[in-house]
T-cell receptor, first 114, second 113 residues
Framework: DAGITQSPRHKVTETGTPVTLRCHQT?????MYWYRQDPGHGLRLIHY???????DKGEVSDGYSVSRSKTEDFLLTLESATSSQTSVYFC?????????????FGPGTRLTVL | GDSVTQMEGPVTLSEEAFLTINCTYT??????LFWYVQYPGEGLQLLLK?????DKGSNKGFEATYRKETTSFHLEKGSVQVSDSAVYFC????????????FGAGTTVTVRA
């Protein structure tokens, strides 16, 4: 299994509070991604990173920010959590390999915003 | 933009039944196609993939063929087991240097003994 961990695995917080989710990899992969999973929507990309300090927005980036100061860590921050951000969050990693775009996923973080 | 449409569930089957989950896509460029599986309480795992037209991906008894003419990548298994109960996601990626995936909504499959 790819070495990807996410912390915390579960979190309950209140509306308006800041929340940071951490993704840690031991594979030294260049690309890292944050997705959210909601019923009927599959997985939707929030932000991604293509290197240290290099990040870009995905399709549902509003209300989220990210940082990547080291290859192995990719942080997702909700500056002021809202109930619409209740979801399961997955981190993924990828390394370009002859055009094959396979991504490896972490175990997920279940976030509940009350 | 890129998009994936897959058969909505839930799908309920008896053990040893034939499973097919339809997946069609829209993409600019030439995508790689994937099926991911998510078992209860877990993250997604790659089940199989195909990177060019007419390629067949296969794994654990599952198969899918990349059909460019019909823009499809349907997942099939000839005889399902209870352990195949999971959510299945079809996905695509066009190589634009960022390796982003676009996912379908997912299909929940339940296999009864």
């Amino acid at each position: 299994d790819a070495g990807i961990t996410q912390s915390p695995r579960h979190k309950v917080t209140e509306t308006g509070t800041p929340v940071t989710l951490r993704c840690h990899q031991t594979e030294n992969h260049r690309y890292m991604y944050w997705y959210r999973q909601d019923p009927g929507h599959g997985l939707r990309l929030i932000h991604y990173s293509y290197g240290v300090k290099d990040t870009d927005k995905g399709e549902v980036s509003d209300g989220y920010s990210v940082s990547r100061s080291k290859t192995e860590d990719f942080l997702l921050t909700l500056e002021s959590a809202t109930s619409s951000q209740t979801s399961v969050y997955f981190c993924a990693i990828s390394e370009s390999s002859g055009g094959s775009n396979e991504q490896f996923f972490g175990p997920g973080t279940r976030l509940t915003v009350l | 933009g890129d998009s994936v449409t897959q058969m909505e569930g839930p799908v309920t089957l008896s053990e040893e039944a034939f499973l097919t989950i339809n997946c069609t896509y829209t993409a600019t460029g030439y995508p790689s196609l994937f099926w991911y599986v998510q078992y209860p309480g877990e993250g997604l795992q790659l089940l199989l993939k195909a990177t060019k037209a007419d390629d067949k991906g296969s794994n654990k008894g599952f198969e899918a063929t990349y059909r460019k003419e019909t823009t499809s990548f349907h997942l099939e298994k000839g005889s399902v087991q209870v352990s195949d109960s999971a959510v299945y996601f079809c996905a695509l990626s066009v190589n634009r240097g960022d390796y982003k995936l676009s996912f379908g909504a997912g299909t929940t499959v339940t296999v009864r003994a």
